[in-house]
């Protein structure tokens, strides 16, 4: 069992920074792929960024790119993901997830047996 715990949401600005943070607790952490989704209200899961376990692998939602970066500390059991320029259509709840199986990062929610609880993420204009 992995215990994840997601924190940095908050309100910001277009354009502002926010730095999300999930603390994984349990299983050795470095095995597992991570990835980051969101869900606005109403919506599905949409898959936003996801990072090997070794860390030197990433993928992104094309809408992200160049904005959002996902990053791990596994010394520290911790995944980050910096967003900058942030738009109205980022508001969301955003929830880390992690799998233990498998290689490749996938975008389904169903491929990733754990979450956490969500942080609200609010773009103003």
């Known amino acids: 069992q992995v215990q994840l715990v997601e924190s940095g949401g908050g309100l910001v600005q277009a354009g502002g920074s926010l730095r999300l943070s999930c603390a994984a607790s349990g299983r050795t952490f470095n095995n597992y792929r991570v990835a980051w989704f969101r869900q606005a209200p109403g919506k599905e899961h949409e898959f936003v960024a996801g990072?090997?376990?070794?860390?030197?692998?990433?993928r992104y939602l094309d809408s992200v790119k160049g904005r959002f970066t996902i990053s791990r500390d596994n010394a520290k059991n911790t995944v980050s993901l910096q967003m900058n320029n942030l738009k109205p259509e980022d508001t969301a709840v955003y929830y880390c997830a992690a799998s233990g199986l498998g290689m490749v990062l996938t975008t389904t929610p169903g491929s990733y047996a754990y979450w956490g609880q969500g942080t609200q993420v609010t773009g103003s204009s």
């Open positions: 990072i090997n376990f070794r860390g030197d692998s990433t």
